[in-house]
């Protein structure tokens, strides 16, 4: 299921194609382990070669695609960048990369004892206790990951704009950290679950996960510096069938909104834009311009994944993700790559657009 409705395919576009790569912005969801779908949706835009991403935003997960990405196109080797990524990923602590502290998963046991209430209870326990508590040393192995898979310099010094998110903790803001100053600091910030991990103190100020406020930022991708094709890649559905009775999987769903929640603000915020600009109340210069807006989304590929996957690295889980991935983009450059340069490819109108 598409959480966007799909735009009929150009029969006759008064238009023609463009030449060459197709310049892009890439936004990337945060999701833990679940980035690993996006690993495959790289890898196979990758392998198709008719982009060229010149921008990318990220948070978390994102953010750290976004990073091996941009490192791995200034040697001219995207695809090994991200294969060693989440190659290191798998290698650093099993599944506590991404934030999973506690005995009760490492434990592994079957899926019915998880539902129990005597599970649930112990997780409550677990959980309970603050990270500066349990971890007082701010052991973090994610750093190793990104030191180890990312080269920060040739980051910094790509003409690829990219742009991280963080939450600024004591000033309750997004904080979007720009290319020339990147770091693994700055993406440990950008991943930092505030029940897991310390805060990132980067200049004084402490920070937590992105996905707070902006999952991912859209309106640095917005500049008239950037092209004005947007490929989102989200994680986390936005649409589920059922509605949700164990606790697991109320917790799992609360978490899809709460992380939803900023994409959703930005996307109905264009697609306002967007109308009044076609209705010609908006000017489409300067800061406010259309925005062709394209979308390879988690819905259908991941919706059968609970929460406890984000913290799930082993490498035959992290494979079939990138295994979805790679199908998720294939679709996609069978049925909307046609779009790309000419018009947006989902109908943001028929979602969040105002009611007639």
Avoid at 25 to 43: E, I, K, P, T
Avoid at 167 to 176: E, G, S
Avoid at 252 to 257: A, P, S
Avoid at 283 to 295: I, S
Wanted: aromatic content about 8%; hydrophobic content about 45%.
């Amino acid at each position: 299921m598409a959480i966007f409705k799909r735009k009929a395919a150009i029969a006759a576009p008064a238009d023609p194609p463009p030449k060459g790569r197709i310049p892009v912005c890439l936004a990337l969801q945060g999701g833990g382990a679940h980035g690993g779908f996006q690993w495959g949706v790289l890898d196979r835009l990758l392998e198709d070669g008719r982009l060229d991403v010149r921008a990318v935003s990220g948070v978390s997960a994102g953010a750290m695609n976004g990073a091996a990405l941009i490192s791995g196109l200034a040697k001219d080797d995207p695809r090994a960048a991200l294969d060693k990524l989440w190659r290191e990923v798998n290698q650093s602590g099993g599944r506590n990369v991404f934030g999973d502290n506690s005995f009760w998963n490492a434990a592994q046991p079957p899926d019915w004892i998880k539902d129990t209430p005597f599970w649930r209870a112990g997780e409550t326990l677990a959980l309970s206790m603050s990270p500066y508590e349990f971890n007082p040393l701010n052991h973090n192995p994610l750093k190793r990951v990104l030191n180890a898979a990312v080269d920060f310099q040739a980051v910094r010094d790509s003409p690829i704009r990219f742009f991280v998110a963080a939450t600024a903790v004591r000033q309750a803001r997004a904080r979007i950290f720009g290319s020339s100053e990147m770091s693994a600091d700055i993406l440990l910030a950008s991943a930092c679950l505030p029940h897991l991990f310390h805060a990132v103190e980067i200049d004084g100020e402490p920070y937590w996960d992105g996905g707070y406020l902006t999952n991912p930022a859209l309106w640095p991708l917005t500049g008239e510096d950037t092209p004005d094709d947007v490929l989102l890649i989200t994680l986390n559905p936005l649409v589920r069938d059922e509605t949700p009775r164990t606790a697991a999987d109320i917790m799992d769903r609360l978490n899809e909104i709460v992380f939803n929640a900023p994409l959703l603000a930005e996307l109905r915020a264009i697609a306002i834009a967007d109308d009044l600009i076609d209705k010609g109340q908006l000017g489409g210069k300067g800061a406010f311009r259309p925005v062709r807006l394209h979308a390879i989304e988690a819905d259908g590929w991941l919706s059968d994944l609970s929460l406890r996957s984000k913290f799930n690295t082993e490498w035959g889980f992290l494979n079939d993700l990138k295994a979805r991935g790679r199908a998720a983009a294939e679709d996609w450059l069978n049925t909307c790559l046609a779009s790309v340069g000419r018009q947006s490819s989902v109908d943001l109108q028929a979602r969040f657009g105002q009611p007639t």
